[in-house]
């Protein structure tokens, strides 16, 4: 399951999508980009790498991004606060664009 939130909302009232790699599947509008870019991190949303062509403004409107799921048999949470939904979009590719 993923989330994504505004900084001032509780991740309960953000948006969800829930995303299945192999095969992929759920409610992800990019769901098999997503499950690429998580099979190139080993399935850790932190290490998928960066989009540098992305060009994004200083402004800071704090989003915060939430997964919980499994890969390989591992449990897997993550959750981080960007200082935009651009910058989340640069470090997180694919994931939480839903």
């Known amino acids: 399951m993923l989330a994504v939130a505004d900084d001032n909302q509780d ?13 992929p599947g759920g409610t992800h509008r990019k769901g098999t980009k997503s499950c690429e870019a998580l099979e190139k991190a080993r399935g850790n949303p ?33 959750e981080h606060t960007y200082g935009n939904f651009c910058a989340m979009l640069a470090a997180t590719g694919p994931l939480f664009d839903f």
Do not use: H
Not at 11 to 23: F, M, N, S
Not at 52 to 59: H, Y
């Open 11 to 23: 991740l309960l009232t953000g948006r969800y999508a829930v995303l299945q790699c192999d095969p």
């Open 46 to 78: 932190a290490a998928i790498a960066r989009d540098r062509n992305r060009s994004c403004t200083t402004e800071y409107k704090p989003v915060k991004a939430f997964a919980v799921g499994t890969w390989d048999g591992e449990n897997i949470i993550f």
